[in-house]
């Protein structure tokens, strides 16, 4: 599918981006694959793990999904986008509502622009299940994105570029999840805990690439690909990083749910179930009484009603799976 192609990943120094791109060069022939990000000692950092030298076929470039005119440029032959830079941290983009404005949104509106100018075949956006029904400003930014790339391909009129997008729960040990944090403060001995009852969505790194690979081959624009993960308690976190640490209550912070929603009520309305994912479709599709097949793969529309949610989840991680994932086992 990548082989000859040249790919660019906006963010590509974070966590995500560093595994894409060690997937892709193990597994393809990618013709060029540039990473576009704006800092540039991650960019050095990043250099020393997959060099020029070794990779012929890297790119680094440093840009910012804010400025259009770089992205025109960077865009230039170009084939495929995946789109996973972003202002992220929800206290950040609480403190700083306009940056991450700029960043989520009106950048989320360049790569678009830049896209279809340039004639890009395939964009898949990363986003988060904080957008689905939003209570924080992060969120809110992320489920603008979501839907303008979604109306991407209607502005594509008759270019051939298409846009999808693709939301999962929290990633097991990226930077700013709260593993890591866990991991930190078990020296202490004593773990903070927002809410016993808290439960989330988790998936890993390598599980994430594999998705949005399946999602660019199997897209046809306008989608959001949501897989089908499972959750984790709170407590049982806790246990699993941190075995025989006190727990501290410090209550939910501003921003924060109890449980998170990956395909509210609303969109299911609008979805497609399939065996390991669903895809949400533009809300005008009409999906009455529909059957949809995907590369021979069936899926049928959910009920009313339904809502995917990481509290009434039927698939839940254990602390030994848990363990397994972190690499503590």
């Not at 790569?111 to 100018?117: G, L």
């Not at 992320?142 to 391909?153: E, H, P």
């Not at 008759?158 to 729960?169: A, D, E, L, M």
């Not at 939910?252 to 669903?278: C, N, W």
Request: net charge neutral; glycine share 8%; hydrophobic share 40%.
């Amino acid at each position: 599918m990548l082989n000859d192609k040249v790919i660019l990943i906006t963010g590509g120094t974070g966590s995500f981006g560093q595994k894409f791109v060690e997937t892709v060069l193990r597994r393809y022939q990618p013709r060029r694959l540039i990473i576009f990000s704006r800092d540039e000692l991650k960019q050095f950092e990043m250099r020393q793990k997959f060099p020029e030298s070794t990779h012929p076929c890297i790119r680094y470039f440093i840009g910012d999904v804010r400025d259009r005119e770089r992205l025109y440029r960077a865009f230039d032959g170009v084939d495929i986008v995946v789109h996973a830079a972003a202002l992220k941290q929800v206290p950040a983009c609480e403190y700083n509502p306009l940056e991450a404005i700029k960043t989520n949104v009106l950048g989320a509106a360049n790569i678009i622009d830049a896209a279809i100018d340039r004639h890009v075949s395939h964009v898949v956006a990363l986003s988060t299940d904080k957008a689905a029904n939003p209570i924080n400003l992060y969120g809110a930014t992320k489920l603008c994105s979501d839907k303008l790339f979604t109306a991407g391909n209607i502005y594509s009129g008759s270019q051939s570029t298409r846009f999808s997008v693709v939301r999962y729960g929290n990633v097991v040990g990226s930077r700013g999840s709260v593993v890591p944090h866990f991991l930190q403060m078990r020296k202490s001995g004593v773990i903070p805990i927002t809410d016993p009852r808290m439960t989330r969505f988790w998936i890993s790194l390598s599980q994430g690439v594999e998705f949005v690979l399946k999602c660019l081959e199997i897209m046809r624009g306008g989608e959001i690909f949501v897989p089908k993960i499972p959750s984790m308690n709170i407590m049982d976190l806790a246990q699993a990083i941190a075995p025989g640490c006190q727990t501290h209550v410090v209550g939910i912070r501003q921003g924060e749910k109890l449980h998170e929603v990956m395909v509210p009520e609303d969109d299911a309305r609008s979805t497609i179930e399939y065996r390991d994912y669903f895809t949400i479709l533009p809300s005008h599709a009409d999906l009455a009484g529909r059957v949809v097949d995907i590369r021979g793969e069936t899926g049928k529309p959910c009920p009313e009603g339904y809502r995917y949610s990481s509290e009434t989840n039927t698939e839940w991680l254990t602390v030994e799976q848990l363990r397994d994932m972190v690499g503590l086992s």
